[in-house]
């Protein structure tokens, strides 16, 4: 989770309470994580944060609300070889 450097301040026990559950809190300034806040006894991460994390941190991405695999109950969906270009040839009017 990433906030911004007013946020945390405005709302510094809030974000306290939920380090202290065990959620990691990345600080950032002007769209750029500069601080990791962890529980007591956990260790940061040693470098940079993932690019994942860094744009859920800016505010690009947002993190799922739900745990688990968004595409699970998605059908497995096969085309023959070939069966996508033929359709795209065909969009294009080249077929």
Excluded: C
């Excluded at 306290?16 to 601080?35: D, N, P, S, Y």
């Excluded at 800016?58 to 993190?63: A, D, T």
């Amino acid at each position: 989770m990433g906030t911004g450097i007013r946020e945390l301040k405005n709302n510094l026990s809030r974000y306290i309470r939920r380090i202290e559950a065990g959620e990691r809190v990345l600080v950032t300034a002007h769209g750029r994580v500069v601080a990791e806040l962890v529980p007591a006894g956990q260790r940061g991460a040693a470098t940079r944060p993932s690019r994942w994390e860094a744009l859920i941190a800016s505010g690009v991405l947002h993190p799922p609300s739900e745990p688990g695999d968004p595409f699970e109950d998605w059908p497995d969906i096969r085309l023959p070889k070939g069966t996508a270009a033929e359709l795209i040839d065909s969009d294009r009017g080249e077929a």
